[in-house]
């Protein structure tokens, strides 16, 4: 088996909000790839975090694609307007989605990179007929709402699953991972089959941000 580095997505949601340009920086600098930006409404999770004027100021300042993660109610409503504000990467909660087929065309036919994302207790299985259409599935490793919470271990098995899926239908879909990422379980996640670890306090509590990054990305090896 060939490993790869991961791609690395900090999630912004635990960045220091007051100097937010000055860790959207450190990420341009980092070996950092993608920037994570974690949308709540406080109906589908019990919180409320940032929104598209956020997302359009992150955009003026970051020099890696934005990976915008909704945790909404009715994402189809919104597609177009993250579109504008600068999504390059635009996920949206399997389980909100009526038609979810048309949610990822209407994505990719603005595009964006379209992603599936699973909450803990949703099965890989689910996907069997939708899979084709994703560029990447997100699956979260902890429940959607707050940064700072302790990993699922079984998302290991969620992991593997769904690699022997996209595997058997020959595709190229990414796996990210979402919640309670750190050194612990990097290599392990990796080894499971993810392709992109997202991390928020990991990086952005860590003393040295930059260096949290690069140890990440490097983990395996
Ligand atoms: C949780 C968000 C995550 C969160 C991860 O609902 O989707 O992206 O920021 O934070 P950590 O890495 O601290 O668990
Ligand atoms: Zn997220």
Same mark, same amino acid.
């Given at each position: 088996?060939?490993?790869?580095?991961?791609?690395?997505?900090?999630?912004?949601?635990?960045?220091?909000?007051?100097?937010?340009?000055?860790? #959207?920086?450190? *990420?341009?600098?980092?070996?950092?790839?993608?920037?994570?930006?974690?949308?709540?409404?406080?109906?589908?999770?019990?919180?409320?975090?940032?929104?598209?004027?956020?997302?359009?100021?992150?955009?003026?300042?970051?020099?890696?694609?934005?990976?915008?993660?909704?945790?909404?109610?009715?994402?189809?409503?919104?597609?177009?307007?993250f579109k504008n504000a600068g999504a390059d990467l635009l996920s949206v909660h399997y389980e909100v989605c009526s038609h979810l087929h048309r949610t990822l065309q209407e994505i990719k036919n603005l595009d964006m990179k379209a992603? #599936? *994302?699973?909450?803990?207790?949703?099965?890989?299985?689910?996907?069997?007929?939708?899979?084709?259409?994703?560029?990447?599935?997100?699956?979260?490793?902890?429940?959607?709402?707050?940064?700072?919470?302790?990993?699922?271990?079984?998302?290991?098995?969620?992991?593997?699953?769904?690699?022997?899926?996209?595997?058997?239908?020959?595709?190229?879909?990414?796996?990210?991972?979402?919640?309670?990422?750190?050194?612990?379980?990097?290599?392990?996640?990796?080894?499971?089959?993810?392709?992109?670890?997202?991390?928020?306090?990991?990086?952005?509590?860590?003393?040295?941000?930059?260096?949290? #990054?690069?140890?990440?990305?490097?983990?395996?090896?």
């Amino acid at each position: 088996m060939l490993y790869m580095k991961p791609l690395i997505a900090p999630s912004l949601l635990s960045a220091d909000f007051l100097n937010l340009g000055d860790d #959207i920086e450190m *990420v341009n600098r980092s070996e950092a790839d993608w920037f994570h930006c974690d949308v709540m409404d406080g109906i589908f999770v019990p919180n409320i975090s940032f929104g598209l004027p956020v997302i359009k100021a992150i955009k003026t300042k970051a020099e890696k694609p934005l990976d915008v993660h909704l945790m909404i109610q009715h994402p189809e409503r919104f597609i177009n307007d993250f579109k504008n504000a600068g999504a390059d990467l635009l996920s949206v909660h399997y389980e909100v989605c009526s038609h979810l087929h048309r949610t990822l065309q209407e994505i990719k036919n603005l595009d964006m990179k379209a992603g #599936i *994302v699973l909450n803990p207790h949703t099965h890989v299985t689910v996907l069997e007929n939708i899979l084709s259409e994703a560029d990447f599935v997100l699956l979260m490793s902890v429940n959607p709402g707050f940064g700072g919470q302790s990993f699922i271990p079984e998302t290991f098995d969620k992991i593997k699953k769904l690699k022997e899926m996209i595997l058997k239908k020959n595709l190229q879909t990414l796996i990210e991972v979402d919640g309670g990422i750190g050194l612990n379980n990097a290599k392990q996640l990796i080894e499971a089959g993810a392709d992109v670890l997202v991390a928020g306090n990991a990086v952005f509590k860590n003393p040295d941000p930059s260096l949290a #990054i690069k140890m990440l990305k490097n983990s395996f090896f």
